[in-house]
């Protein structure tokens, strides 16, 4: 990490203190965003001035606005990256002196004033959105309009404004620690995607659009109200008055000394978690609406996260979007609201004292993601949808990873007899492979995407691409092979890590059949057939896109041999380095993200933490 | 918050302290009167009727969240329980011109004498190509709307809505839906006395507007419906925040968090309805999804490798 600057310039920037340099990272893409509105609306006026006489010029301002919007947002997407990756080493320095989170309360951001939560998971997180999005913003840096009308929402400008505003609520969803302003976060990002979905301004783009409004506004809500009943825990518990010191210490903690009127911390995740390791919510009514709390998380998140069975917004939704937006839509969005499943599994295991519940529960919902995924990736004929289905696939094997991890978690960071050589708890090794299986799929999915995108760039009906793009066709056929699980890319190290931590945690429990043994056995089965059967579909749809297949006539519109497109640099260049990052990934993980991966196991399955 | 607005809110909260000895059975009353509604929503003929109880259940919803904070309040009257009682109203006032606004799209805006009403130059200068797959569908962004305009979106609605059969179903579904509620409401909370008792209808109301909302927004055939179900659904959200979160700041929070969800729905509402109405030219939504099939469909058509077999 070191090598990456000079240690003169190292040492400056780590100086910048955690609060300043995560207000700058929100404030970044907020003023992006404001100083697109009038580029946005650029346009128009001209247009509306000059009443249409001379639509050149107008075409050419704003094709000049467009793409210094585009180089803007795509350069302050790498000074993210790199404020990123300085959050990154300032939180290892912090953690190497026995710090496992930070929480900086009342911070400004605009007219509010929000509490920062900071450990490995939202480090993670935070990375993991940024790096993302510098890929994105560099795809969209000359992105055309939409083929269809040309409103202000069809036009690159609005699509720019758009992924900064994405970009800014995305991020915002790690950093905070209040579980209301979490819900607010994720509830932003549909405001600024939804209306990206319909960007092409066709009937399916727009009906794609309206579903996923629909769909995703129904789960938010069932969310909240998961929110509300841990709130009413919360109320059930303070009503009690219970005569634990413990519990009465931090409850009382939350309320205001003087006046008795409960402090603004009361819905913040550590507070949370402070009263359930303390054993507060171990007993009715507390733990009957934590309990409650979590089934309409899992629905509710589960809905924007694309888990199946509320994942029917996910093919349409991203199959409509220009390719950015999918990328992020795929990459990032549906991980931000698995973060948000996350930090309620955490609290619900704690809380309860056992993840057998909780993890039962993602098991099913994972397998089911899973199976769903199949038939459609084989039969449905449309390539992005292909990959959206792909999403629901690997959003599912995560789940599965997670569930798995945490049915062998007892709460203690106590390791099972045959595992007492082991260096890490055996329970953790699922999980690291399922949070090491979120970013491998998140760039995986966003190569993919924005591969498609650039074959899309010469047309929709295009067929034969390795012998128009052999460098895109290329890193997609690769790329394909990644997203299907094969070594030596880092999808296939991340399923290999989930599947090695469930046969250990088989060794480990004694091979039962009719117990946990048996449904974890079960699960593997499952994700083996499934992901073979997988792999069949993608390699078809691959050789219809890439190799026109033989049997099929040729192009009726053509009659010479097709035209190779002359590939520019700054539209393969992120493809090669995203491709470059899986495989590196997929031979070695780097040691600072192993290391980063273990931090965040830890506070997932909540070993060696303690919460004030 | 200025002194004379404190001082006025605190005079008026004198002035009602009589009455808030017998606001709890007003409130339960009006509780069940929102379950009332909900289900004259469900089973009506029109889209104007479910529109028309909707509005109504916004009012007894600020009527019945406004007392319940009140009480909750020892009978002083906060800046909360004022916009407790703001946002249903304010839905109240905007929902049926929002609506009206947005789907008057599905009809040509180019019939002769049809241009009417208030017309931005901006919108006319923006649209210079058609949509390809339905031609003659524009968009145009009205604020202001005339009384042939309402006229208009009337029979627009009135041809979208359902036939009576399915007013049966509806009615099946709604009294087998606030039984689920009513059962998972007693079970979760325990007690006999006054509080839990009225937690328990609290939250056995909150969860039928919710799983009503759900029903209407999962089953219903057009546009309306789905966004008035949405929208059943954040009522109930508003009374479980009031009336099962006891706590006045994470009250606060979620009341913040509901103005929110409501301001984003309606802008997204504003901005894509238009949109969606324009290309379909209905408020259907299975004439909708079977225009995008149909496009689907030619553009696949369109492509020599692919046939039935295939697909």
């Given at each position: 990490m070191e090598s990456l600057f000079p240690e003169a310039w190292l040492l400056w920037l780590l100086q910048i203190p955690l609060d300043v340099l995560i207000t700058g990272m929100l404030y970044i893409p907020f003023m992006l965003g404001l100083a697109g509105t009038p580029i946005v609306l650029a346009r128009e006026v001209l247009v509306w001035l000059h009443r249409a006489d001379n639509r050149s010029t107008e075409s050419r301002v704003e094709s000049l606005a467009s793409h210094s919007y585009g180089l803007l947002t795509f350069g302050f997407s790498t000074v993210l990256l790199v404020m990123s990756i300085l959050l990154f080493r300032k939180f290892q320095l912090i953690e190497s002196g026995g710090i496992a989170f930070l929480n900086l309360p009342q911070q400004r951001f605009l007219i509010f004033s929000l509490d920062y939560h900071i450990d490995a998971l939202s480090v993670y997180f935070i990375l993991l959105v940024n790096v993302v999005s510098w890929f994105a913003s560099w795809h969209a840096i000359k992105f055309p309009p939409a083929k269809l009308g040309s409103g202000p929402l069809q036009r690159p400008p609005f699509l720019h404004f758009s992924l900064n505003m994405f970009h800014l609520t995305m991020m915002l969803v790690p950093f905070v620690d209040n579980l209301i302003v979490l819900w607010i976060a994720i509830e932003l990002t549909t405001l600024f995607s939804a209306v990206t979905v319909g960007y092409q301004n066709s009937a399916a783009s727009w009906e794609a659009a309206w579903k996923y409004l629909i769909i995703t506004s129904t789960g938010i809500i069932l969310a909240l109200l998961g929110t509300i009943f841990l709130a009413d825990a919360v109320s059930a518990l303070q009503s009690s008055n219970p005569t634990n010191p413990s519990i009465q210490a931090v409850l009382q903690s939350g309320v205001d000394p003087v006046t008795k009127i409960p402090l603004d911390?009361?819905?913040?995740w550590t507070f949370l978690m402070s009263l359930a390791q303390v054993g507060a919510f171990s007993s009715p009514p507390g733990q009957v609406f934590v309990v409650l709390s979590f089934l309409f998380i899992v629905v509710g998140y589960g809905t924007k996260a694309g888990l199946a069975p509320m994942h029917t917004w996910l093919p349409d939704g991203h199959g409509e979007a220009p390719a950015p937006m999918s990328a992020l839509l795929s990459g990032v969005l549906i991980k931000c609201a698995f973060y948000a499943i996350l930090r309620f599994y955490t609290l619900t295991n704690v809380a309860l004292g056992s993840a057998t519940f909780t993890s039962c529960i993602l098991l099913v919902v994972g397998m089911f993601s899973l199976l769903m995924a199949v038939p459609f990736i084989i039969t449905d004929p449309q390539f992005k949808r292909v990959l959206a289905f792909h999403s629901l696939e690997h959003m599912g094997i995560i789940v599965l990873g997670v569930a798995i991890g945490g049915l062998l978690w007892s709460g203690k960071n106590s390791q099972p007899a045959v595992f007492?050589?082991?260096?890490?708890?055996?329970?953790?090794i699922a999980m690291f492979g399922a949070l090491l299986h979120i970013f491998n799929h998140a760039a995986t999915k966003s190569l993919m995407f924005l591969c498609y995108g650039n074959i899309l760039?010469?047309?929709?009906?295009?067929?034969g691409t390795l012998f128009r793009m052999p460098i895109t066709s290329g890193i997609l056929i690769l790329g394909g092979l990644a997203l299907v699980g094969m070594p030596p890319f880092s999808i296939f190290m991340s399923e290999y890590i989930i599947v090695w931590g469930s046969l250990s945690e088989v060794r480990a429990a004694g091979l039962d059949l009719w117990g946990r043994s048996g449904i974890i056995v079960g699960a593997l089965i499952l994700f083996v057939l499934s992901t073979s059967l997988i792999f069949v579909g993608l390699v078809r749809h691959m050789a219809r896109l890439?190799?026109?297949?033989?049997d099929a006539p040729q192009d009726k519109l053509s009659s010479s041999p097709p035209m190779i497109h002359v590939e520019k640099i700054w539209e393969t260049f992120p493809l090669l380095l995203l491709l470059l990052l899986i495989l590196i990934f997929g031979i070695a993980i780097p040691s600072p993200l192993a290391n980063l991966l273990s931090s965040s196991v830890n506070v997932i399955l909540h070993y060696n933490i303690s919460y004030p | 918050m200025p002194d004379q607005i404190s001082t006025l809110l605190n005079q008026i909260g004198a002035l009602l302290e009589p009455i808030r000895a017998t606001s709890e059975p007003i409130v339960i009353v009006l509780e069940f009167f929102l379950v009332a509604t909900t289900l004259a929503a469900t089973t009506r003929q029109t889209i104007q009727e479910t529109i028309g109880w909707y509005k109504l259940q916004c009012i007894i919803l600020a009527v019945a969240t406004a007392l319940t904070a009140w009480i909750r309040n020892n009978g002083a009257i906060t800046p909360l329980l004022v916009s407790i009682f703001v946002l249903p109203m304010v839905l109240m006032v905007v929902i049926e011109n929002l609506l009206a606004a947005a789907t008057m799209y599905s009809e040509p805006a180019d019939l002769p004498g049809s241009r009417t009403g208030f017309q931005t130059r901006l919108s006319d200068a923006t649209m210079d190509s058609e949509p390809v797959d339905l031609p003659g569908a524009r968009t145009r962004y009205r604020i202001l709307l005339s009384a042939s305009d309402l006229q208009r979106i009337h029979r627009i609605w009135t041809a979208a809505s359902k036939p009576a059969q399915s007013a049966r179903r509806d009615l099946f579904y709604f009294f087998a839906l606030v039984g689920i509620a009513f059962l998972i409401a007693y079970s979760i909370i325990s007690g006999n006395d006054s509080v839990a008792l009225d937690k328990k209808i609290g939250l056995g109301v909150s969860l039928v507007l919710h799983l009503v909302g759900l029903y209407n927004t999962v089953t219903k055939g057009d546009i309306v419906a789905q966004i008035i179900g949405l929208l059943i659904m954040d009522h109930g959200l508003y009374l479980a925040v009031v009336k099962i979160v006891a706590i006045p700041v994470p009250a606060s929070y979620f009341v913040t968090a509901l103005y929110f969800y409501t301001l984003i729905t309606l802008v997204i509402l504003f901005l894509m309805i238009p949109q969606v109405c324009g290309h379909a030219k209905t408020i259907d939504l299975d004439i909708i999804a079977k225009n995008s099939e149909l496009t689907e469909l030619q553009k696949a058509g369109s492509r020599p490798e692919l046939s039935k077999g295939e697909a």
């Open positions: 911390k009361i819905m913040n007492q050589d082991l260096a890490v708890p055996v329970a953790s760039r010469i047309g929709e009906q295009v067929r890439t190799l026109n297949a033989p | -």
